[in-house]
T-cell receptor, first 110, second 117 residues
Framework: SQQGEEDPQALSIQEGENATMNCSYKTSINNLQWYRQNSGRGLVHLILIRSNEREKHSGRLRVTLDTSKKSSSLLITASRAADTASYFCATVHGNNRLAFGKGNQVVVIP | GAVVSQHPSWVICKSGTSVKIECRSLDFQATTMFWYRQFPKQSLMLMATSNEGSKATYEQGVEKDKFLINHASLTLSTLTVTSAHPEDSSFYIC?????????????FGPGTRLTVL
């Protein structure tokens, strides 16, 4: 079954606003990663958070992980038009493979 | 950063023909490569895991005789879709990983869009 299931949402925001998206998973994980995919392109790795970490920052990105709730969130602050993309979370399990969630489509309106 | 390329970026073929897609790690050696397929507006589904010099491990429901994977070197893996049919039309994405640990980052190729007429 697919792990790392985001809330199925398409988010449309104004440039400068913050964008928040969530991800939930079902089994224990080694780490959780967030990726961005521009339309018709490959994936770009954004950030990895380990199972023993609760929060991580990278530039305008902030990721949280709550292992008790089996959930993660990705916050993009001060969004830009170039942030328009689909965002996927992916979990790594004991078999060392990535399982992707459904993805969140984010549209940032200039 | 690590770069992974795919060739071709898109291909259109007739039903019944075979199509080969290449995945190359350009500036690092990839002990493991992965092949995914993605349908429009959907997530990536792992098809198979390919380790250099050994047979690929296919996910449940993926026909290994239909999707032939060869990881002949540390920088190249190929996916051949044999006797392609319209339902094989999809976006195929590969990724490459330097190590064998789940914490090692996977670097993704730009994808190959396959259209079978």
């Amino acid at each position: 079954s697919q792990q790392g299931e985001e809330d199925p949402q398409a988010l449309s925001i104004q440039e400068g606003e913050n964008a928040t998206m969530n991800c939930s998973y079902k089994t224990s994980i080694n780490n959780l990663q967030w990726y961005r995919q521009n339309s018709g392109r490959g994936l770009v790795h954004l950030i990895l958070i380990r199972s023993n970490e609760r929060e991580k920052h990278s530039g305008r990105l902030r990721v949280t992980l709550d292992t008790s709730k089996k959930s993660s969130s990705l916050l993009i602050t001060a969004s830009r038009a170039a942030d328009t993309a689909s965002y996927f979370c992916a979990t790594v399990h004991g078999n060392n493979r990535l399982a992707f969630g459904k993805g969140n489509q984010v549209v940032v309106i200039p | 950063g690590a770069v992974v390329s795919q060739h071709p970026s898109w291909v259109i073929c007739k039903s019944g023909t075979s199509v080969k897609i290449e995945c190359r790690s350009l500036d690092f050696q990839a002990t493991t490569m992965f092949w995914y397929r993605q349908f429009p507006k959907q997530s990536l589904m792992l098809m198979a895991t390919s380790n250099e010099g050994s047979k690929a491990t296919y996910e449940q429901g993926v026909e290994k005789d239909k999707f032939l994977i060869n990881h002949a070197s540390l920088t190249l893996s190929t996916l051949t879709v044999t006797s392609a049919h319209p339902e094989d039309s999809s976006f195929y994405i590969c990724s490459a990983r330097m190590g064998r640990q789940g914490t090692d980052t996977q670097y993704f190729g730009p994808g190959t869009r396959l259209t079978v007429l």
